[in-house]
């Protein structure tokens, strides 16, 4: 699918995409770029919760994805076949019309395939963040409030799952380090320190990007 970009008359508003591995602490760094760039602040589309959840959902975005997916996340034959490639479809559609539409008014966005989708809007950043497994498995425990064995779980399943999630329905790795201008390891830099530069290079970005008259 190609991607979109805005319209000419239109103004160059701050945009940043972040991809992480579980628990490299997007959930507090995004927040921060957002505040600092004067932006509104997108949250992944499907939590950590919901993602751990998932076999108690039902009639949800959520089942609509993993039936989409199909393979070992739904069984499915015959004539729910051509329904799960109908709903993939519509699933792509709805999530890049709303990529597309958040990203005309500036936002910091939190997966949801978004450099994919915004690789080619001007100015726009695309960051993974990255950290060692122990230290990631450690950051998501102490913020969700949960086990370190409970989190350990989540980061085996849901890594493997928001990347087929992306490789299914949209037919890119969102762990591919050479899609994004910036990989930070927030293992050895600070929070803070990413978040600073990720502003720093975000306005940068988007100040080259404007045309000059």
């Known amino acids: 699918m190609p991607t979109s970009t805005p319209q000419p008359d239109q103004a160059i508003r701050p945009v940043v995409t972040i991809f992480e591995s579980y628990g490299s602490g997007a959930e507090e760094v995004g927040p921060l770029v957002a505040g600092a760039l004067g932006v509104e602040f997108h949250a992944q589309a499907f939590s950590s919760d919901q993602l751990d959840q998932s076999?108690?959902?039902?009639?949800?975005?959520?089942?609509?994805?993993?039936?989409?997916?199909?393979?070992?996340?739904?069984?499915?034959?015959?004539?729910?076949?051509?329904?799960?490639?109908?709903?993939d479809h519509e699933l792509v559609l709805e999530n890049t019309r709303w990529v597309t539409g958040t990203a005309r008014a500036g936002a910091v966005i939190t997966g949801r395939n978004g450099a994919f989708i915004l690789a080619a809007w001007p100015g726009?950043?695309?960051?993974?963040?990255?950290?060692?497994?122990?230290?990631?498995?450690?950051?998501?425990?102490?913020?969700?409030?949960?086990?370190?064995?409970?989190?350990?779980?989540?980061?085996?399943?849901?890594?493997?799952?928001?990347?087929?999630?992306?490789?299914?329905?949209?037919?890119?790795?969102?762990?591919?380090?050479s899609r994004y201008d910036l990989v930070l390891n927030t293992g050895t830099l600070d929070l803070q320190a990413c978040t600073d530069i990720i502003v720093h290079a975000g306005r940068m970005k988007a100040a080259r990007s404007v045309p000059t008259v």
């Open 55 to 87: 076999s108690e959902q039902h009639d949800s975005l959520l089942s609509r994805v993993f039936t989409a997916m199909g393979g070992s996340y739904a069984a499915l034959e015959g004539p729910a076949v051509a329904m799960a490639q109908r709903d």
């Open 124 to 177: 726009a950043l695309h960051v993974l963040l990255v950290a060692p497994l122990q230290q990631r498995v450690e950051r998501a425990a102490r913020v969700s409030g949960i086990s370190p064995e409970r989190a350990a779980r989540r980061q085996r399943r849901e890594d493997e799952l928001r990347a087929d999630m992306s490789i299914r329905l949209y037919g890119w790795d969102p762990r591919d380090p």
